[in-house]
């Protein structure tokens, strides 16, 4: 299918569309950047402007094309499909790595995605909520409105990042962080029974989320649905430092 790009709207050079998208009036897209299909990006929404770093060049992208070196274009952005950016929301270009959304997120009016972050799948981001550069959030995350997010921030699977919270270090995998700082107060339990977990399965996950224990020995992260088991898994590898 088509895109549906409004007359106002100002894609760059370098800028690569998939199909069945809609962006909205006055919506500027520049380059490097690829998006998939099936995107709602609305009025007003930027994408592809540089880092907001005071040694980075600011090239005037909506004017010319990328020149092919990423110290002056930015190393990129990619956007995966099926996502909803609303109003005014805004993502800037990589300044060492691409910056990254996945699939499926919704992206909610005045939000902003800094440069170098990964934002992976199925993810809300709420209004006003802004991060800093470099930051990690994981699948099916949801940050609350005005949450702020600190650079180099880690934000886990299923996590949930309650309103006006300041996020200052790593929130764990299903856990729920609020405050100023931003404390975790305990276990995402409708998250993880939405997923198709039982109360004692969840208990039986609980001192492993909280950071006092590693998994339960007993095999139980292989017989966790699908999905689930490869996310509790991958959070347990992962980095303890990421950058």
């Not at 370098?14 to 995107?39: A, K």
């Not at 966790?224 to 991958?234: I, Q």
């Amino acid at each position: 299918m088509v895109n549906r790009i409004h007359p106002t709207a100002v894609i760059g050079e370098g800028v690569e569309l998939g199909d069945d998208n809609v962006i909205g009036p006055f919506t500027v897209i520049v380059g490097p950047t690829r998006v998939g299909d099936g995107n709602w990006i609305g009025p007003h929404v930027t994408i592809g402007t540089p880092g907001e770093d005071r040694g980075r060049e600011h090239p005037a992208a909506w004017d010319s094309a990328p020149n092919g070196d990423p110290d002056h274009d930015g190393h990129g952005v990619v956007i995966g499909s099926r996502n909803r950016i609303r109003e005014y929301v805004s993502v800037h270009q990589g300044t060492w790595r691409t910056t990254t959304i996945g699939d499926g997120g919704y992206f909610l009016r005045g939000s902003h995605i800094a440069h170098d972050c990964l934002v992976e799948d199925a993810v809300t981001v709420a209004s006003n909520v802004i991060t800093g550069g470099h930051c990690h959030i994981w699948s099916g995350a949801n940050l609350g409105m005005g949450a702020i997010l600190h650079q180099r921030v880690v934000v886990g699977p299923g996590a949930m990042v309650g309103m006006s919270s300041a996020v200052r270090k790593e929130v764990g995998a299903f856990t729920i962080a609020v405050g100023n700082p931003a404390r975790v107060t305990g276990v995402n339990t409708v998250g993880l029974s939405r997923r198709g977990l039982d109360e004692a399965t969840i208990e039986a996950l609980g001192p492993w989320l909280k950071g006092k224990a590693g998994l339960p020995e007993d095999g139980l992260a292989d017989r966790l649905p699908g999905d689930l088991s490869t996310l509790v898994k991958a959070w347990d590898a992962r980095p303890r430092e990421e950058h």
